[in-house]
């Protein structure tokens, strides 16, 4: 591994990604951060990561998308020649999600589709495209949720494809292997950020019902998950594989 690791943070420009990018960049590691469509929210966070020291860089990817990924790779591509002189990237952290709240009853074909596209199928096809770019010996970390674990109604199709994550993770672990590359989940629980919608955030008796069922006794914050990520990911970490970490404050014990 170079001296500087770069990590790849989908999602990065905002909440648990820009989070966890800002955590990477504090403990010595270069970022590129992919952003869907608010550039002026990346260029903040690239800026925001320069301020520590390390070198950044945006680049646009629609992770629901699987017919983009070839011209992201090639953007990625030349983005790590132009700003760092390499061709390999050493992280990455496939966050980049939505939330869909409906009731299993009500849930729709289109709702599910989507899920399935930028949450199972697109963390699938993005880590298969990049890795030919992933060093030898470099680690993934996949972003879950406490809701593979425990139910919350309205969850059933979102927490399917996070459960289809952590199954998924398990297997990159033991195929990727003889590279040297540990892959690990972490599942967040509730987080205060503008996710589906903001609700945790937004609505007071969601929030103070999650909280009151932590054993921590307040809802999350974009900073508790962030470092975790970046802890995964530290030198420290490199013999724990195949493993989920739930980052929850203890919900639901």
Known sequence: MATTPIALVTGGSRGLGRSTALALAAQGTDVVLTYQHNAEQATAAVAAIQALGRRAAALPLDVGDSRGFPAFVQRLREALAATWQRERID???????IGIHAPFAQTTEAQFDQLVDIHLKGTFFLTQALLPLIADGGRIVNLSSGLARFTMPGYAAYAAMKGGIEVLSRYMAQELGPRG?????????????????????????????????????????????????????????????????????????
Do not use: C, K, Y
Request: charged share 15%; glycine share 18%.
């Open 91 to 97: 992280f990455l952290v496939n966050n980049a999600g």
């Open 181 to 253: 590359i540990r892959v690990n989940v972490v599942a967040p629980g509730a987080i205060e950020t503008d996710f589906g919608g903001g609700t945790v955030r937004d609505d007071a008796g969601v929030n103070a019902a999650i909280a009151a069922q932590t054993a921590l006794g307040r809802v999350g914050l974009p900073d508790d998950i962030g470092p975790v990520v970046a802890a995964l990911l530290s030198p420290g970490m490199g013999w724990v594989n195949g493993q989920r970490i739930e980052a929850a404050g203890g919900i639901h014990l």
